[in-house]
Structures are given as C-alpha cells and as structure tokens.
C-alpha cells in the first residue's frame, strides 16, 4: 500500500470502500511522475505485460498484446443504466441501475485478490478550464496505469483542481479473466459512474475517453447546456494569417486522425493546419454568443494501420517515440510494422498474435484494430491553442462518413437546423474499431449511435435548442472522402488533399466562396474550388465525387427511414419538416 496523496474526503472513502470490495493486497497511488512511469514500466515488462522495443529506433516506446477477443469496442455489452429504458433510449442498451450495481458488484467482489488496485487521478480538459472534470479510475491494470498517463492530465494536477469538492467522475475497471463472457461497459451518469469489467481494450477501459467524456459526458452536457461530441478540433490557418477553427464528426476508424493532422499539398503549402484535438470535443456558447471547443484528451489512441509518411507525416512524427503500441506486428529487431505502414512488407514479423508471419500469410500480420496510443505534446502540428482554457470559437463543424455510393464530396447544409438532420442522417460503412461486421452501412447520427449517454431523439433537440443561444452559429457541412467508381477505385485521392476542400469550407464560413443549390445543399460551383496543381487528377472526375443522383437520392432518403422510425416517440418535428423538405427537393 503507498500513501494516500489526497486528504479529499471523498476520495478516501470510495477508494476504501472499492478496496473493500474488490480486496486488492495493495492500493497504489498513482501521483503522474516520472518516475513514477519508469518504475511501472519497468515492473509491465517483468511480468510480460509489454515487451520493451527497440529503443534506438523507437525511444520510450513499447507493445502490448491483447487476448484474441479483446480487440475492440464491445458494443453490445455497453450500457447506460438509468431509472427508465426510455430515459436511455432505443438506440442505446439499458439495464435498471439496482440490477446492474448488483451484477457487478457479485463480478467485482474479491476481483482483485493478489493484485494491485491503482488509483489514478486525471484531468479531462486542460487545467483551469471551466469545462475540464475530473475523474478518478480504480483499475488492476498497469497498462490501463500507462495509458491514461498518455491520454489525459494524470496524476497530482487533478487532486489540486478537485480540491476538497465531490465533484468526480467515480470509474472502476476489474480486468477479471478477460472473457467476454464478463464483460460490461456500464454507465451510471445520475451517479457519475462508471463500471467496467473483463476486458483490457483501450476503448472500453480507458474510462475517461469514451465512456467520461462521451457518453457520461454528453448525459452532463444535455442537463448543463453544452455538447460532448465525437470531434476533431483543428486550426487553419490561411495565406494571409487568418485562423478558423473547425470540427468534425466521422465515425471510428473514418480519418479523424488524419484530417486533424492534414498536411496541405504543394500548390496550397502557404496554408497551416494545426491539431487541438483528433477525437473528442467539449463545446460550449461563449459570452460573446460564439460556441467554444476544448480537446478533453491529452493523447491520441490512434488506429494504426493505414498510417504511414504520406497518409500522415505528423501522426509518424508522433509515435516515433513515448508510445504503446498494441496489436501491431513485430520485426525481428523489435520494431513496429502493420499493413500499409510501407509498400512492401518486411520478409520476416511476429503478428499480433505472437505467431511467425511472412508476406505470403493468409491473415494480415497487425489486427485491423491495432492502435498507438501516444502524447499530443509529441505531434509537431499540435496547435498551441490545445492547452488554452478558454477553448477556440468554432466557425465550422462537417459530418462524414464511409460511404461508396450516393454521398457527394462534400456539401453544406442551408442552415442549423437542416445541418442537424443532415447530422442525424449520417451513415457509413462498418468498421473493425468495434466488434461485429465490417464495411456493413448504418446510420450513426453525428459518429455518436455508440457514445451519446441518452436518449437520440433528446440529443437532437438540444442540438436544436442551443441554436438560440448561439449569434454566429458554426457552419454546417458533410463530406465523403470514400467514394467510389464503378472499378471500385476511390474517386477522390483524400489525404492531404481534403485541404481543398477543407478550403472551400474555410471560405464558405468567411462568406468569401460561392457555392450552387441543390436538392442536397450547396455546393461548390465550378470556379470555387481550387484543383490548382493537381497531378494525376482529371478534373472531369470532380464531376463524378460531386455528382447527385436523384433517383439513387430518393431510395437514400427512404433509408433515413430507419431511424426516424425507431426513434419517433422522441424525434424534434423540425426533423420530420427536413425530411419532407429533401424529399420535395429530390
Ligand atoms: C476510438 C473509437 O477509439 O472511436 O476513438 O473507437
Ligand atoms: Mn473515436
């Protein structure tokens, strides 16, 4: 047992009675040193918990291999455990809270019995923000200890922000066996709780990310006025100096990482964008009747493959050292590789199961779901603002998803509230950040079916509400950079070149583009968007990643039909109105 370094009241006793519970033989208390993190690592690597890379290449960095079904978000066993199943809503699994606690508690009790419960205090949102919260995590997981360091203010900074208050987040993980058998994700957002069990996965056990800053976090956002959106924040900065901050909302696995970190093709070189934050966004009406953005997050727990020079330079930059790496393959000299990271693939890897790979293996050598988790402070685009208190006046917020068919490049929506249904119709193609089928199209209203901490149907309309205290509202837009033709080949080269239309959004926010009407939205006319030196790109197929097909359009309308059905009893009827409205235009 180390010493307590709180004398917080509340603190002490949840921790004595989750050590009662779970019966740990020592409670560690976390306090975010230096030394504290060599000590940690040094005992993960004794017992085989992480193997220590290759430190000349890749200094500060280690791996970390999961159970085979312990890769992913586990939807189905997510919960939100609130009085009612309506308060919950259809698209989210509920269980009554008593029912729930009383589950758990049989699965947590005596969970920990030769094992060390780790008390980690950690910040969401940076020190001194009207918006940052503060949450404590009682975990058995050492590599839950080191990866929280990575992703959010750890340690004694969250302690001086509590001060003697009762204001935190409440967050038990019991690793338990593992089995999936076991596993829950529950949320009690009445109590700021959250419970998670039997599993080791990033996404459903670093408890201030998904589960604190999305879905107990979009539960507080409804009750205080704010929004807790799944969001990349960045900065463009234009020829001339000018910055507009813009977020954007695409499902997992869809290139938030990349469209954060985007570095700008040649002929637009002058142009600067910078990174605040690659996942999650808190945002809130300013005094000035602006709506404001902070990144909760301190690090980016990143998909890996696909990652490489000229997909993402700066996400490179980033990990090339302080990270964990986790289901990624190894090379025999202790380096990372996983597919798409080089053209060619090394002769020679340990895959992400420990077995012996070669080129000619059936299965890929690095899971599909393999991540980086490392510091923001490592990205060379990190924009300085990521650490401002006050957060940054969004001027434009774009939805997207994965989708082969039907979805143009990009357009905007006419107003708020038509940016809000086009928001609430998001689609896209399955990915593996989740388990279930890949590349199979749902509806994931604004990325958030599996984050938002209540009712769909609500959360539409206090996205409606908070238009009146808005005086310059951000922009609405919707992007797909995943189109393609009829070979299959993506229509748009996306990448760096998305600051095209990254651009057209920038100036369509700054009333200085024009744009043309169609049934969709607007969008940008011939003369309005910037194709300048664009190698080995016929500008005639911009008329194909633009193209709206009405009667392909009239049989997508029908497809919104799915969820405004399932969520009827609660939809806003401006929603509904929209519906009616795109259907007249088509
Ligand atoms: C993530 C996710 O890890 O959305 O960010 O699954
Ligand atoms: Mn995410």
């Known amino acids: 047992m180390t010493k ?89 699994n509920w269980m009554a809270p008593a029912e729930m606690y009383s589950k758990l508690r049989g699965l947590c009790a005596g969970a920990m019995r030769g094992r060390t419960m780790y008390v980690i205090p950690y910040l969401m949102g940076p020190l001194g923000s009207p918006l940052t919260k503060v949450g404590l995590e009682l975990t058995d997981s050492i590599y839950v200890v080191l990866s929280m360091r990575i992703m959010t203010r750890m340690g004694q900074i969250a302690y001086e922000h509590l001060g003697q208050g009762e204001d935190f987040n409440h967050g038990l993980h019991c690793m338990l066996d593992v089995n999936p058998k076991n596993r829950y994700i529950a949320h009690f957002p009445q109590d700021n709780t959250i419970i998670s069990t039997s599993s080791n996965y990033g996404g459903n056990v670093l408890l201030g990310k998904k589960c604190l800053a999305l879905r107990i976090g979009s539960w507080l956002a409804n009750k205080e006025g704010w929004l807790a959106e799944h969001m990349l924040i960045l900065s463009a900065e234009s020829p001339s100096g000018e910055k507009t901050y813009v977020t954007a909302a695409f499902p ?39 709506l404001y953005a902070i990144n909760p997050e301190a690090g980016y727990f990143g998909v890996a493959p696909g990652t490489n020079r000229r997909t993402n330079p700066n996400a490179m930059d980033t990990i090339s050292r302080d990270t964990i790496y986790t289901n990624v393959a190894l090379t025999p000299d202790l380096d990372v590789w996983w597919e798409g990271k080089t053209d060619q693939p090394p002769a020679e890897l340990t895959d992400w199961k420990g077995n012996r790979w070669t080129p000619g293996s059936p299965e890929p050598a690095a899971h599909p779901n393999s991540r980086f988790c490392a510091p923001m402070k490592n990205n060379p685009a990190l924009a300085p603002e990521a650490d401002d208190p006050n957060g940054v006046p969004i001027s434009a917020i774009i939805f997207g998803g994965r989708r082969s068919t039907a979805i143009p490049l990009v357009y905007q929506a006419f107003n708020w509230i038509h940016g809000v249904y086009v928001g609430a119709c998001m689609s896209s193609e399955t990915t593996a950040a989740a388990t279930g089928e890949v590349g199979k199209i749902r509806r994931d209203p604004m990325a958030m079916l599996p984050f938002c901490g209540y009712n769909m149907g609500q959360y539409f309309r206090h996205w409606l509400l908070l238009r009146k205290r808005l005086c310059v509202p951000p922009r609405i837009f919707y992007v797909n950079w995943f189109r393609r033709d009829s070979t299959g080949k993506f229509i748009w080269p996306g990448f760096g070149e998305n600051m095209r239309v990254l651009k057209w959004i920038v100036e369509r926010t700054h009333g200085r583009a024009d744009a043309v009407e169609t049934p969709l939205g607007w969008v940008p006319g011939p003369r309005d968007f910037d194709l300048g030196g664009m190698s080995g790109f016929d500008p005639a197929a911009m008329a194909k990643a633009q193209e709206i097909g009405l009667e392909e359009w009239r049989r997508e309308a029908l497809t919104h039909d799915d969820l405004m059905l399932k969520l009827y009893a609660d939809l806003p009827k401006e929603l509904l109105f929209q519906r009616e409205l795109l259907v007249a235009r088509l």
């Open 4 to 92: 307590p370094n709180t004398a917080n009241p509340a603190v002490l006793r949840w921790v004595e009675e989750t050590a009662k519970l779970c019966q740990p033989d020592r409670v560690f208390w976390c306090d975010g040193s230096e030394s504290e993190k060599d000590a940690l690592i040094d005992e993960a690597v004794a017992r085989g918990i992480l193997i220590r890379l290759n430190q000349k290449k890749l200094p500060g960095c280690y791996y970390h291999r999961s159970t085979v079904d312990d890769v992913a978000r586990s939807e189905a066993r997510t919960f939100i455990c609130v009085p009612t199943s309506e308060e919950a809503g259809p698209t989210n």
């Open 252 to 290: 997992s696995a869809c290139g938030k990482t990349n469209f954060a970190m985007l570095v700008p093709p040649p002929h637009l070189a002058a142009w600067k964008i910078r990174t605040i934050g690659d996942d999650i966004a808190w945002m809130k009406p300013g005094a000035d009747g602006r």
